[in-house]
């Protein structure tokens, strides 16, 4: 039901910093919970962070600290910016909405970490 438009993957050498974003067909404000996943070749989607609109703000393991998720009401997008990343960053970022039983992901953007 809810597209998302995620850009802002790329190649970065080990630790360097990129931004991703994510850009709902929905308005921010109706979502319950907003969100980062991520997947490497062969695994299942991993948490990196998710929040909602107080600040309560969930991470996955070792991403507190570089991690960092942001909303922006007026461009109704929500960002994830990634500080020192490590070649283990390397995977396919998804961003994630969800609004009541109803789940929606991010078409994937690529992010590649260099030794």
């Known amino acids: 039901q809810v597209q998302l438009v995620e850009s802002g993957g790329g190649e970065v050498q080990s630790g360097g910093s990129l931004t991703l974003s994510c850009t709902p067909s929905g308005p921010l404000r109706n979502f319950d919970v907003v969100g980062w996943y991520r997947q490497t070749p062969g695994t299942q989607l991993d948490l990196v962070v998710i929040t909602n609109h107080q600040g309560v703000t969930r991470y996955g393991e070792s991403m507190e600290g570089r991690f960092t998720i942001s909303l922006d009401d007026a461009a109704n997008t929500f960002y994830l910016q990634m500080n020192n990343l490590k070649p283990e960053d390397t995977a396919v970022y998804y961003c994630?909405?969800?609004?009541?039983?109803?789940?929606?992901w991010g078409q994937g953007t690529q992010v590649t970490v260099s030794a």
């Open positions: 994630n909405v969800k609004q009541w039983a109803d789940t929606s």
